[in-house]
């Protein structure tokens, strides 16, 4: 019988408690020093890396662990420096200010990995001088080894890591050939230091690009074998399945494969006899990207089927764990749900379980989690009945005869402005909804301080001259937990982070049951600062799709069903918003393209049931209440037909940093229903001319109907602080109001 082996790809950073975003902030703010930061980074790693050891990896991953992003962290192994920061020493703060700006630069742009709403940092490839910095890399492995742990150094492959990119004179190829021998001396430097493996990560490889770049991948894996014969190097892909006509082929030692979410095309291709015997399977079974406790049984099967195609086989999750929280430990969860859960630490027993069960015959492990699974399954969570044909998918009449009826009723300027929905969630605002929540103060008070806020807010948007005022968002700590928090279905965690971007942590909602809306949400607020204006306030929400993006989602029924009954869910709140005497009403999806499958013959079925539930969210309203929406991007490229289906009223999208690529997306199409598009960038503390809002305005007229055409930021104002909001909204409406007068 041949052994069994365990590794992971990757560890949460966050810690237990957050503790690394807490040091880091802290360092952020002088309020540590850099001996401090190091210390406690230090000592975090140190306790990631015993986590696993504890939970009976063999191999753990060395260099996931970083002070921002991986990716990051690849660009100074190589020098590979955004132009504008050249000439500084290459250290931590150099990194942090390539992540986040400083008084002089702007910061590197940030991008979903993949489709999952971690955010890494691009590559600037403008006049960089790759070659290989202090060896961070080798560092962190040697690190492990003094910390007592068996580990396999990680790094982002060339091909992905190019893919990644953006600037620089020279071609994709040739920015791979530039690092190849860039990651030979890295790679001989980890062999040297004792490394069994290299684990390479190629995520690229599961996309639709991956066809393109056969051959520079080719041609890099190649070099490595040539080059550093005696490097054992795993080619690591996850999120999809990848060709494994064409990747089993490549001359490398391993080859890691996403058995999760892959719809069933590794497993198929390896039936099939594509996978050569020689080579290891560092088989990805355990979902790397959910919650949910893995049904043990089948992977026992899994693992059968598979032990016959290879002489090697490490199982290990499906993904790096970095997208789950860390543990269960701390959750005070009722033991129905909390039986169904995994988060990292609980994962890794689950290959433990599997191991001592082929390695050593010892199955208490593997029947006490069998177990769990079982009584989890047997309880049903599939109680309501949902009667989605009663609901309407179709506004009842076009778009141009609603608008007549809705411009009766709102009686609006030329070039009405408005904001996309949150104002500054200030220190003061944060600090009320920590007490209220560790209950240090009542709910009346706390209400009374959401209510002052409101108030505040709808003086100041008056004064400045807005046209349909929003009431700030104050009562909301995350536009998906919020909803979480209140329908029936969800369970929100008190500890479940993961890492968004940099120190930016969100506490994803977990979906366990039928969702169900039982009261109103966000009628209380809405109605409040309605009954302190006589413009119209848009009420704001959620959309399905978003919600369901941003959450861990059930597995035991389908995605689009449970997306479905989330739509329903907001239909209830958007019909008692409207019968509240609600006008306008906002349904944010800024997660609709990120959702987008990676493999393209699923595109169209995503994007029509996106379509679907977005207009059961909406379209049961009366032909004079305005639908709005808003997106915080502006590439839309193929889903500009889905964008227009969506059939709202008025889509607010950020543009101000890509203004004509998007107009260009638009009028292809000739889109001719209600569009904002973002007159200046809220990311930036900088405050936007007239001249700068009057030139954009002018700008998309061109092209948008004068008719259609509304004026607002580029997305919400939460993030900023109250005098630049002030500052920047008086600086958009006076734009406005010349270019009234000059028409
Ligand atoms: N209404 C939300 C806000 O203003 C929208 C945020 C978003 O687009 N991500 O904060
Ligand atoms: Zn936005």
Not at 256 to 275: M, R, S
């Amino acid at each position: 019988m041949m052994t069994i082996k365990t590794a992971n790809l990757g560890f949460p950073r966050l810690g237990k408690k957050r503790e690394w975003k807490k040091a880091i902030e802290s360092y952020w703010a002088k309020k540590i020093d850099k001996a401090e930061l190091d210390q406690t980074l230090q000592g975090l790693h140190k306790e990631i890396l015993t986590i696993q050891k504890e939970h009976h990896v063999d191999q753990i991953p060395a260099g996931d662990f970083s002070l921002y992003d991986h990716v990051l962290d690849t660009s100074l192994l190589f020098n590979i420096i955004p132009e504008r920061f050249q000439g500084r020493p290459v250290d931590d703060d150099l990194l942090f200010d390539i992540a986040r700006g400083n008084k002089e630069h702007v910061a590197s742009a940030l991008i979903k990995w993949f489709n999952t709403n971690y955010h890494y940092i691009v590559p600037e490839w403008d006049n960089v001088s790759p070659k290989v910095n202090n060896n961070v890399l080798l560092e962190k492995f040697n690190f492990s080894k003094e910390a007592g742990v068996n580990a396999h150094p990680v790094i982002v492959g060339p091909v992905t890591y190019v893919a990644l990119s953006k600037g620089g004179d020279q071609s994709f190829d040739e920015k791979v050939r530039t690092l190849l021998p860039l990651y030979k001396e890295v790679f001989e430097s980890l062999t040297e230091a004792g490394a069994e493996y290299i684990q390479v990560d190629e995520p690229i490889l599961v996309t639709d690009e991956a066809k393109e770049l056969q051959d520079i991948t080719k041609e890099a894996y190649e070099f490595f074998n040539k080059e550093v014969p005696s490097t054992n190097l795993v080619l690591q892909t996850y999120f999809e399945r990848v060709d494994l006509s064409f990747v089993g082929q490549l001359p490398v030692y391993g080859l890691g494969l996403d058995f999760v979410h892959d719809n069933g095309f590794n497993l198929k291709q390896i039936k099939d006899g594509l996978f050569p015997k020689e080579k290891a399977l560092f088989a990805g079974i355990v979902d790397g990207r959910n919650v949910w406790a893995t049904n043990i049984e089948e992977k026992k099967a899994l693992i059968e089927s598979l032990q016959s195609y290879t002489e090697e086989l490490v199982i290990q999750p499906s993904s790096s764990l970095l997208h789950v929280p860390v543990t269960l430990e701390e959750e005070t969860l009722g033991d129905s749900v909390r039986e169904g859960l995994s988060f990292a630490t609980e994962k890794l027993d689950e290959l433990y379980a599997l191991k001592q069960l082929f390695n050593e015959n010892d199955d208490t492990l593997y029947n006490e989690l069998k177990a769990q699974f079982e009584r989890f399954e047997s309880q049903s969570f599939k109680q309501l009945e949902y009667d989605y044909d009663s609901v309407k998918s179709e506004r009842s009449t076009p778009f141009k005869e609603r608008k007549v009826l809705q411009d009766e009723v709102l009686n609006l300027p030329d070039l009405p402005t408005t904001t996309i929905g949150s104002f500054p969630q200030s220190t003061e605002v944060r600090k009320y909804r920590a007490d209220w929540k560790n209950n240090r103060i009542s709910d009346e008070k706390y209400e009374e301080f959401v209510q002052n806020e409101i108030k505040r807010w709808i003086d100041i948007q008056e004064e400045i001259g807005l046209d349909v005022l929003v009431h700030g968002e104050f009562e909301r700590n995350d536009m998906v937990e919020f909803f979480g928090e209140k329908l029936n279905g969800f369970l929100v965690t008190k500890f479940g982070w993961v890492q968004s971007y940099g120190s930016r942590a969100v506490k994803p909602p977990i979906i366990y049951g039928d969702v169900k809306w039982t009261a109103p949400l966000t009628v209380k607020e809405t109605l409040y600062a309605q009954s302190l204006t006589d413009k119209p306030v848009k009420g704001m929400l959620t959309g399905p799709v978003t919600i369901l993006n941003w959450s861990f989602e059930r597995v035991d029924i389908p995605r689009s069903e449970v997306q479905d009954q989330i739509a329903l869910a907001i239909n209830e709140e958007v019909l008692a918003l409207e019968e509240a005497g609600i006008k306008v009403i906002q349904v944010d999806e800024p997660a609709l393209r990120e959702g987008l499958p990676l493999s393209s013959e699923y595109h169209e079925d995503y994007l029509n049931k996106a379509v679907h539930s977005f207009r059961l969210s909406t379209s049961s309203v009366q032909d004079s209440t305005q639908i709005h929406t808003h997106m915080c991007y502006s590439q839309f490229g193929q889903i500009i037909h889905a964008i227009k289906s969506l059939d709202a009223d008025v889509i607010s999208i950020e543009t101000s940093r890509s203004h004509g690529d998007l107009i260009q997306d638009f009028e292809d199409i000739t889109y001719d229903l209600g569009i904002g598009l973002g007159v200046y960038d809220i990311h930036s503390p900088r405050i936007p001319t007239e001249e700068e809002i009057t030139v954009a305005i002018n700008r998309a007229l061109q092209k948008i109907d004068r008719s259609l055409f509304w004026v607002n930021p580029d997305c919400g104002l939460k993030t900023r602080q109250e005098e630049e909001v002030k500052q920047a909204l008086t600086v958009l409406v006076k734009s406005v109001e010349k270019l009234r007068q000059d028409s």
